[in-house]
């Protein structure tokens, strides 16, 4: 069940969405770039969910592997920048050795797992692959973002949709009135006025109706252009929760641009 | 897929964590390959790249694509800071090898469970199917 609400609510539509997408996702935010900075020349990690690989090229001094469920999102990255080292592959069921990597990054990834359990699995599963001391840096995002133009807030329903809208192909022209000229011959001449003012009315009714059909069009077409995926808003203080129930230790946690991020190393090692 | 990633992959099947086969995966010999010449060496971040190869795994895979002559075992620099003329060329080896070099099209499966995987336009699949997820 949970893997056929993702496999609707996220897999299928950044496939759909993934090039509109990928131009809206270029700027690295600072405490990504930071961690990403931090780590020693010739360093090895991972990118779970890198989508078009927005970080795979902050620090050139690293050697990260990528990795997207979308198809769509890699082939993305590819493009961007053919060095980058993508691959695809499920969060839950990643190819990369266990136990090898200095350091994880999952940015805005772990939120599109329906369900807690799923969550906590996703995040496990990145712990297995870091050796001892390995840290890994996620980000979910919040609950509490009032700053921000959809002003979720506290007490507010965690699991939504959210809608993206896709880009029109084409601008919609609106309807114009065609300047048509009315033949008066036949009429006789005292008829003429309440014959114009029929045709005006006749006209106008006309207009509106194509008006109404354009608006009826113009809405069909938005809802085929919205997607919706699914998040789960983290709540302050429940990543931290998640991380520890994945058996993590936490070293870190933190707020930035609508998301909460914790940092965390294997407990277990 | 640079050569390099060949050295952290295994096999997305959860059982064939069992095995000891699952690593590295086996490269088919018609893998087709590319050489970017274009991508400079950087000596500080290949030498400790090296340090973290899986030199076996590697021997492994080249052997697969059909380049038998890596030595047994892994290439030792000399010992001290200043890189000698020996350093500097198993560095532009290896720098060759791992990073210049990547595979464009082909498949590579599993020594455990002998599932299949792609690499097409540079990039591995390693999604799995719905019966073996």
Redesign the interface.
Known sequence: MAELKEQEYVHRVYDEIAPHFSETRYKPWPVVANFLNSQPMGAIGIDVGCGNGKYLGVNPNLFIIGSDRSSGLIQCANEINSRYNVLIADGLQLPHKDGTFDFAISIAVVHHWTTRERRIAAIAHILTKLRPEGQALIYCWALEQNESRRGYHEGMEQDVLIPWVLKPKKPTKSVKAAPEKVDLSGIPLHERAQYVSEMKKKRRQELRKEQEELEQQQQREASQDTRYRFYHLYRRGELEEDCKAAGGTVIGTGYERDNWYAIVKSATK | ??L??SN???????AC?NSNEN?PLRYDANCQLQQ?ES?DC?P??????L??VDWNALVQVASDLGNKSLPPQKPELSPGDDLTDDDLAIIRDMHSLLIQTSIVEGQMSCRNCGHVYYIK????????PPHL?
């Open positions: 897929m640079k390099l990633t952290f992959l295994k096999c997305s099947v959860k964590d690593f970017d991508i950087n500080e971040f290949l030498i400790n790249i340090e973290r336009n540079g990039i591995p699949n390693l999604l799995l997820a």
